[in-house]
């Protein structure tokens, strides 16, 4: 095995009717941005149980961060950030929204005049705004990891950033909200949570022994409550345990002391900025080539 350092940060609230958590988490006196994407939490229910736990706390919102967080809309954001003096940020939605608000997160606090310099020159964010999450889409990890990717649409570029100063401080995930969500995203869902896996899996022996386990379960899981989850993904028990392996995929256990790979990730991003194709999409594309190509030396 490999030498590794470990810390994750991130407090996770997981379960049943736990949004109303919110009101502890969040401190009193914080002047919050809550950020969500195409408004889709206004038709299930997640807005009002998020609105009526924050009753307390002073509020602005901005919606519409599209999937694969455009760089364009988060300068808008930015904005709303330093013109409204906001000190916490709240992502309401999956992994755009987080990765938009940790971009957000780095860029409130960045000195340049550049924020593009953060994903370009791989500037790594020690300290960011202090933000938490509400996870309305399984799928990227990014609810408790340090990292997130942006698009930038006028150059067709999606770059990576990250830095220990981009953990979220809570991520609240309760697996009733799997019950609204659209098929397609629950396939995206599963296929990018068992592509991660395979990332940090699919390389060569190093004799981390617990950590092939570990990746091994992970797996195992998804291909159990897959078919499940597409069959009635109000099937709590299915749900729960999608949500725990997406989140367990990437939340830098799994890859710690072994060797990672990433290519089918580097190779998917390139379609995904130049097509527009669906993040998982371009995954399912690229796997089986990648595997059989490299079979060999896997
Ligand atoms: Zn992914």
Same mark, same amino acid.
């Given at each position: 095995?490999?030498?590794?350092?470990?810390?994750?940060?991130?407090?996770?609230?997981?379960?049943?009717?736990?949004?109303?958590? #919110?009101?502890?988490?969040?401190? *009193? &006196?914080?002047?919050? =941005? $809550?950020?969500? @994407? /195409? %408004? +889709?939490?206004?038709?299930?229910?997640?807005?009002?149980?998020?609105?009526?736990?924050?009753?307390?706390?002073?509020?602005?919102?901005?919606?519409?961060?599209?999937?694969?967080?455009?760089?364009?809309?988060?300068?808008?954001? #930015?904005?709303?950030?330093?013109? *409204? &003096?906001?000190?916490? =940020? $709240?992502?309401? @939605? /999956? %992994? +755009?929204?987080?990765?938009?608000?940790?971009?957000?997160?780095?860029?409130?606090?960045?000195?340049?005049?550049?924020?593009?310099?953060?994903?370009?020159?791989?500037?790594?964010?020690?300290?960011?705004?202090?933000?938490?999450?509400?996870?309305?889409?399984?799928?990227?990890?990014?609810?408790?990891?340090?990292?997130?990717?942006?698009?930038?649409?006028?150059?067709?570029?999606?770059?990576?950033?990250?830095?220990?100063?981009?953990?979220?401080?809570?991520?609240?995930?309760?697996?009733?909200?799997?019950?609204?969500?659209?098929?397609?995203?629950?396939?995206?869902?599963?296929?990018?949570?068992?592509?991660?896996?395979?990332?940090?899996?699919?390389?060569?022996?190093?004799?981390?022994?617990?950590?092939?386990?570990?990746?091994?379960?992970?797996?195992?899981?998804?291909?159990?409550?897959?078919?499940?989850?597409?069959?009635?993904?109000?099937?709590?028990?299915?749900?729960?345990?999608?949500?725990?392996?997406?989140?367990?995929?990437?939340?830098?256990?799994?890859?710690?002391?072994?060797?990672?790979?990433?290519?089918?990730?580097?190779?998917?991003?390139?379609?995904?900025?130049?097509?527009?194709?669906?993040?998982?999409?371009?995954?399912?594309?690229?796997?089986?080539?990648?595997?059989?190509?490299?079979?060999?030396?896997?």
């Amino acid at each position: 095995m490999n030498n590794f350092d470990f810390k994750n940060p991130t407090k996770i609230i997981f379960g049943k009717d736990t949004i109303k958590q #919110l009101q502890t988490e969040i401190p *009193e &006196n914080a002047k919050v =941005l $809550l950020l969500y @994407g /195409g %408004g +889709s939490i206004k038709k299930n229910g997640i807005y009002e149980q998020v609105k009526s736990a924050l009753t307390a706390i002073e509020v602005i919102e901005f919606g519409g961060i599209p999937a694969n967080p455009e760089y364009a809309t988060l300068l808008e954001a #930015l904005k709303v950030i330093k013109n *409204e &003096n906001i000190t916490y =940020l $709240l992502a309401v @939605g /999956g %992994g +755009s929204v987080i990765d938009g608000t940790k971009f957000l997160s780095s860029a409130a606090l960045f000195d340049g005049d550049t924020p593009w310099d953060i994903l370009s020159k791989g500037i790594r964010t020690e300290k960011g705004m202090p933000f938490g999450t509400v996870l309305t889409l399984p799928a990227t990890g990014s609810e408790m990891n340090s990292g997130a990717v942006i698009t930038r649409a006028e150059t067709k570029e999606k770059l990576g950033m990250g830095g220990p100063g981009l953990f979220p401080q809570f991520s609240i995930l309760d697996p009733q909200v799997i019950k609204s969500i659209p098929k397609r995203q629950l396939a995206n869902g599963i296929t990018d949570a068992f592509t991660h896996v395979l990332e940090q899996y699919m390389t060569y022996p190093i004799g981390a022994l617990l950590q092939d386990r570990f990746a091994e379960s992970i797996l195992q899981t998804l291909i159990e409550v897959a078919p499940k989850i597409i069959a009635d993904p109000s099937d709590y028990k299915a749900a729960s345990n999608f949500m725990w392996s997406c989140t367990m995929a990437l939340n830098g256990l799994i890859q710690k002391g072994v060797p990672t790979d990433w290519a089918v990730h580097a190779i998917g991003h390139e379609l995904t900025a130049l097509f527009g194709i669906d993040h998982a999409r371009t995954l399912a594309i690229i796997a089986p080539s990648h595997y059989q190509y490299n079979f060999e030396t896997k």
